[in-house]
């Protein structure tokens, strides 16, 4: 398996708090992905990064912001949390960007925010 | 722009075959099949590359057509183990930044 964890795996938060989810790999894989998922849209792209400090928008990044500053570590900050943004995030890597390269992903972190 | 799945779910008896389409209103690159347990990450299935061979793993294999901007996954003689819900993701170039996962096929396989 892929070296690829999620913290926390799940977490319960208020309306209107800042939360900040971690992804940590092992594998030195250069890109980085933050998906949600939510019933009947499958997997949507939050933010993804290229490399340390290397960032972009996914489509649905209203409301996330990312970071990067080292090569093993995405952190996915939702800044003023609302009750749209309950759901499971995975975090996924892959070694390149190119159209042939699988993503290895993580186990999810169960997100409520009430 | 997300790539469209049929069925939405599907119910099998072990031993059966069944098939799960994925398509696109636009030209298509690559696509990409994924299967994801109750409750588990997604688990990468296999790749297929406009203009490449038709893939397959074990009992698994898929095509693709570009032409019509579709992929199709072929599950033969169903396992209980198939059970779970299968997506494909699709790109429009090679550059990699415009994959976009379909909303998933349900398939539940029963003794």
């Known amino acids: 398996d892929a070296g690829i964890t999620q913290s926390p795996r799940h977490k319960v938060t208020e309306t209107g708090t800042p939360v900040t989810l971690r992804c940590h790999q092992t594998e030195n894989h250069r890109y980085m992905y933050w998906y949600r998922q939510d019933p009947g849209h499958g997997l949507r792209l939050i933010h993804y990064s290229y490399g340390v400090k290397d960032t972009d928008k996914g489509e649905v990044s209203d409301g996330y912001s990312v970071s990067r500053s080292k090569t093993e570590d995405f952190l996915l900050t939702l800044e003023s949390a609302t009750s749209s943004q309950t759901s499971v995030y995975f975090c996924?890597?892959?070694?390149?960007?190119?159209?042939?390269?699988?993503?290895?992903f993580g186990q999810g972190t169960r997100l409520t925010v009430v | 722009q997300q790539p469209v799945q049929s069925p939405q779910a599907v119910i099998l008896r072990e031993g059966e075959d069944a098939v799960i389409n994925c398509s696109s209103s636009k030209a298509l690159y690559s696509v990409h099949w994924y299967r994801q347990k109750h409750g588990e990450a997604p688990v990468f299935l296999m790749i297929?590359?406009?203009?490449?061979e038709q893939k397959g793993h074990e009992k698994i294999s898929a095509s693709f057509n570009e032409k019509k901007q579709q992929s199709s996954l072929y599950l033969t003689a169903s396992q209980l183990s198939y059970s779970g819900t299968y997506f494909c993701g699709t790109e429009t170039n090679n550059y990699g930044q415009n994959f976009v996962f379909g909303p998933g096929t349900r398939l539940s396989v029963l003794p």
């Open positions: 297929l590359l406009k203009g490449g």
């Open positions: 996924a890597i892959s070694a390149t960007g190119e159209a042939w390269a699988e993503a290895f």
